[in-house]
């Protein structure tokens, strides 16, 4: 066996291997430099254009940030923004590569724009002006609704229109209920213009924004000119109104220094009539306080007197709240309707008990007219520097019936008087009857209310046809309206 061959075989292999490690040895140190000094940079590229490289893509973005910041302070009055066209960056690596920092920004520097916008506002679709932007425009429609709003509260306006309004509203109870009080302060449910308002944005120039207080006045306006008016011999308010065909409202609106209709030759009145370009509808809410009147419920007595009632139970009178609400423009009343009803207590009815036995010449204590649909020519009290003692009245239908039950205690001619009639009502009360043409009773005969007892006429001391109608207490002359029902 040759041990030599052998030998020389493992030695070149040893060889080999040693040979290997220094070459991976070698690479390692080579790999190590070359990725020390391999460096990151990023291509810039606008839109489809690549405009150099940075170190970072935070060297673009810190410049455009101030570039941002700096165009908003340069142009403070509109929307003003630094744009660019796409900005894309690609990462590269590469052994000792180079970037250029500054050359990058100095080729965005010439590529940024600066974008100004603004808002148009627009009413009905026709321009009104540009502001900065929409809470420019905002404010600006606040500031109109807040002046019309308070003329709708205030009750009045400033002529804005012809058609002028008093703005006055009243409230009226009515016969089933009575008003407690009233909140006087309204609340507003919605303030809106009665236009359609649009805002557009759109790139302007600075010099395109327009001048806030200059469009307020052109929304209340209408760019209407001052119409100045002398007055010449002849003129008068309602003159002046007709010939110009204007609201005699705006005259006065607009001149209030003229007092008692008073104008002279020479004086110069304001008839400018405003045409605004905005009207604020307001919805007004209110609240209001009624009573509610009880019902009385009657339970029929056959035992009880006529006329003669009872209150069994006593009723009480409820509470309820009413909500109104109100619409106006430009603080001109337009309606107003009730939109809600809370019954805040019920009302408890009332029961009585009533009478209704009929005595034969017992009155019932109620006087019914004594003539037909009667108009009254003199009423009771002082009359010609002397006391009249009763009511007169005339009527087409010259029936004279008894005002109530009872008995007839005089039928015959008295001085002054003439043809009279008197009925005692057997309660407390009797009734007179003057001038009469005819008698139908004879006295102690029983009558009953209603019942025909004479013919109007003009006997005794009378200037003309009619009954003088008298009524008595005990000894004591009344005044006969006092118990007679309304007319």
């Known amino acids: 066996m040759d041990y030599t061959t052998g030998w020389k075989i493992e030695k070149k292999w040893i060889l080999s291997c040693g040979s290997l490690a ?15 000094h391999t460096v990151t940079r990023y291509r810039v590229i606008i839109g489809m254009e690549a405009v150099g490289t940075v170190s970072s893509p935070n060297v673009v973005w810190d410049w455009f940030e101030q570039k941002k910041t700096w165009t908003k302070q340069q142009y403070p009055t509109v929307q003003a923004e630094a744009k660019l066209a796409d900005l894309q960056f690609i990462e590269e690596r590469e052994y000792k590569a180079a970037y250029d920092n500054s050359g990058v920004i100095a080729e965005l520097e010439k590529r940024i724009r600066t974008q100004m916008k603004g808002v148009q506002i627009r009413i009905d679709d026709k321009p009104l ?21 308070k ?20 409230a009226s109870a009515t016969e089933s209920e009575h008003k407690l009080e009233e909140n006087m302060t309204p609340m507003f449910e919605s303030v809106q213009f009665v236009q359609k308002v649009d805002f557009v944005s759109l790139e302007i120039k600075p010099e395109d924004i ?29 003159c002046i109104a007709y010939k110009l065909k204007i609201n005699k409202q705006v005259i006065y609106d607009n001149n209030p220094w003229i007092k008692n209709n008073l104008i002279r030759v020479g004086d110069v009145l304001d008839l400018t ?29 056959s035992t009880m007197k006529a006329g003669l009632k009872e209150t069994l139970f006593p009723g009480e009178t409820g509470l309820k ?32 008990r009533k009478g209704t036995k009929v005595i ?35 009527s087409e239908n010259k029936t004279i019936m008894a005002a109530d039950h009872g008995k007839t205690v005089f039928a015959g001619w008295k001085n002054g008087y ?45 200037t003309g046809v009619h009954l003088h109608f008298e009524v008595h207490k005990g000894d004591e002359q009344e005044n006969p309206l006092n118990y007679l029902g309304s007319l």
């Open 418 to 462: 003439g043809n009279c009639i008197i009925i005692d009502h057997q309660n407390g009360l009797s009734t007179l009857y003057g001038h009469l043409s005819k008698l139908s009773v004879s006295e102690g005969e029983i009558v009953q209310k209603g019942e025909k007892i004479g013919i109007m006429g003009t006997t005794g001391n009378s």
């Open 321 to 352: 709240e009413v909500t109104y609400l109100t619409t106006r423009i430009n603080g001109d009343f337009k309606e107003e309707m009730a939109a809600a009803e809370t019954i805040l207590r019920p009302s408890v009815q009332a029961i009585v």
């Open 151 to 170: 003329a709708s509260t205030n009750g009045k306006v400033r002529i804005l229109s012809e058609s002028a309004s008093s703005g006055v509203v009243t």
């Open 273 to 301: 009539v405003l045409q605004p370009l905005l009207s604020v509808k307001t919805i007004e809410k209110r609240i209001e306080s009624f009573e509610v009147p009880y019902e009385v419920a009657y339970v029929e007595d």
């Open 210 to 238: 327009g001048d806030s207080d200059a469009m307020l006045r052109k929304v209340e306006t209408g760019d209407v000119q001052p119409f100045k008016y002398k007055v010449v011999s002849g003129d008068c308010v309602s």
């Open 22 to 36: 220094v070459i991976a040895f070698f690479l390692a140190i080579v790999y190590m430099y070359t990725l020390q």
């Open 129 to 149: 002006g540009v502001v900065k932007d929409e809470a420019a425009a905002q404010q600006l429609l606040e500031q109109v609704k807040q002046k019309m709003s």
């Open 360 to 394: 034969p010449g017992v009155g019932t204590g109620t006087l019914a007219w004594p003539i037909y649909r009667a108009k009254l020519t003199s009423e009771f009290g002082k009359r010609w520097g002397a006391f009249h003692p009763g009511t007169d009245m005339v």
